[in-house]
């Protein structure tokens, strides 16, 4: 008789969701530790045709703008899930069939819009906690750790939502703090440029 064949065995869900939450963990320090330890380039790398003004660069209007759009992004992520979950205040109508697609592609333009963000965060400026005059400074050091923590906290969600063994408080969970960061970011960012300096040249 043939022996009987092995079936390969699932790692247990806790050891699964562990990994999925160390990896998101890893990127954000590996991400800390790179920005903290690179030497800033201090210049604009690419404008994507923003324009400057005599107090915003080209750099910091494509950062602000981006930034303030990927923000809108992920509102609306936040509104058509709740839509979905049938929780959106004040709506009782069943989500329409397009809106899950819509939710998923306002993460995915959330996303790509950060890219050239971060990358000019990290690339020109650096991890930065100190400001001009060379004291700590509270909203550079929340808006570099969040910065951080955001692409690791995303990566934790993608890899959740590729998981069918997590339980079902995961996903809105991380979900929820994905977007929590975001809102960090934004908030120490371009809400402050526009409410400290100026509207930018879009």
């Known amino acids: 008789m043939a022996a009987p064949?092995?079936?390969p065995q699932s790692p247990p869900k806790s050891t699964e969701m562990l990994l999925i939450f160390g990896i998101g963990a890893?990127?954000?320090v590996l991400l800390g530790v790179w920005g903290a330890n690179h030497d800033p380039s201090g210049r604009e790398i690419f404008k994507l045709g923003f324009s400057g003004t005599d107090v915003t660069s080209a750099m910091v209007s494509m950062k602000v703008w981006l930034g303030t759009l990927a923000f809108l992004a992920a509102l609306f992520q936040v509104a058509s899930a709740l839509w979905m979950w049938?929780?959106?205040p004040g709506v009782k109508a069943?989500?329409?069939k397009w809106i899950g697609a819509a939710h998923r592609w306002?993460?995915?333009v959330a996303f790509v819009l950060s890219i050239p963000v971060a990358y000019h965060c990290l690339w020109s400026i650096g991890f930065n906690t100190?400001?001009?005059d060379g004291e700590g400074d509270l909203r550079r050091a929340a808006h570099s750790v969040f910065g951080c923590l955001f692409y690791g906290v995303?990566?934790?969600k993608m890899l959740?939502?590729?998981s069918k063994r997590l339980p079902g408080w995961t996903l809105p969970l991380v979900g929820s703090i994905t977007f929590t960061t975001l809102v960090v970011v934004w908030a120490t960012s371009s809400a402050w440029w526009f409410a400290n300096i100026e509207f930018p040249a879009f």
């Open 106 to 108: 306002s993460g995915t």
């Open 154 to 156: 995303f990566a934790t």
């Open 160 to 162: 959740a939502l590729r």
């Open 94 to 96: 069943k989500a329409p």
């Open 86 to 88: 049938g929780k959106l």
């Open 130 to 132: 100190k400001s001009g």
């Open 26 to 28: 890893a990127l954000a």
């Open 5 to 7: 064949t092995a079936t």
